[in-house]
């Protein structure tokens, strides 16, 4: 709290405050992401992968073995598997470690992935999404500005995570985006970095400034020539040098991102292209009509929802997370957007009797989604689509 009072006594906004009345809040910013995303989902639909060497693999469908890996567990890395690398590669590489080779379904993370940001949502301040495993967010005003606070957020955040999904996530809390993205890279897998404000220069001034967001493989050479290496040297470049060779818009970016004083705003979440709501049943069950009354509520949050936003829809998805905690999904997709809302009661029973009737196990927790959405002023309603033209 010191920050605040020093930043206050100051009057001034150094390093990254916010101003609050007459005060200054140390900004909080965190920075989250999932431990490798798609293989760990996979780990948790199927225990029994755990502490083999996994890779999720887009297949191109030419040859047997053509496409890349999309993800790859830490035992596969550990043999120099990495995102990207061609599946037959990667094969190679783990050739004598009997590996699990996977399908990748893009629908099932997405699935996981809003609940997960759904309840982040709900955990912070502000929450901006940039990629289905990861996020920026504002923990400023919950915490007021109190790093200590902000640690407990972040543990809390973690045990929701594990609670809900059983996945590992690292997370970094600092006072910029710069730092926080950082934070969460260091602390991976599995940890936790918080760097208070007085502690940025020390956590910053060691690492590699090539690993400073936005600094890439061409940057970071001509950083080279000027003998900076370390966000330390970078911090203490001369401005108009670094300005001079980088123009003054990224020239002005490097210095405030390696002194962690870059300003940038946490965004609230992009339009949202989905809503979705997943209850955890009151028991385990198979029958499709004890479930759909429990979703009831999650219905009706969603018909509010698309009413409050003026959108409208296209698919409606029945969730199901079953026992041994896989998700299974069974969508309708209309010809057009409809706004409706009244459809989606129509639709999730049917939707949940043909789930349950192809699932083998029994629903733990269920959602409905519907996803697709459009402003209303664009769209035809599904009852002026059905009348008839004329
Ligand atoms: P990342 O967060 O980059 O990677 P990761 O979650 O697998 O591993 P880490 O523990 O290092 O965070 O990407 C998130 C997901 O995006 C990843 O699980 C799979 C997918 N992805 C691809 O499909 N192709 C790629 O080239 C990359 C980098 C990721
Ligand atoms: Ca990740």
Redesign the pocket.
Known sequence: MDEIQDCTRRRQNPLNCRPQGKAFLPRVIGHI?????????EEVEKPSLKGRPII?C?FSGRTEDSG???????EA?AFGV???MPIAQAKKKLEAQNPEVIR?EHEK?EVISARIMEDLGRMVDTLEPT????AFFDITDSTGGDYARARTSAESIKGTIMRNEHLTC?IGIGRSKVVAKLGSDVA??GGLTVVSPEATESFLSPLDASRLYGIGPKTTSVLEEMGIRTVGDLAKADPSELDRRFGRKFGGYLLAAATGSDADPVVAGLEPTQFSRIVTLRRDTRDAKEVVDQLSEGVQYIHGKLSRSGKSFRTITAIGILTDLSTKTRSKTFETAVSDPSLIRGTVPTLFDELSRTVGKEFRRAGVRVSGLEDIENQTSLSEFLRPVG
């Open positions: 992401d999932l431990d490798y995303f798609y293989a760990q989902v999720v887009v890349v890996v999309s993800t790859a567990n830490y890395r990495h995102s990207g990748m993370y990629g289905i495993d990861e690292s991976k897998p």
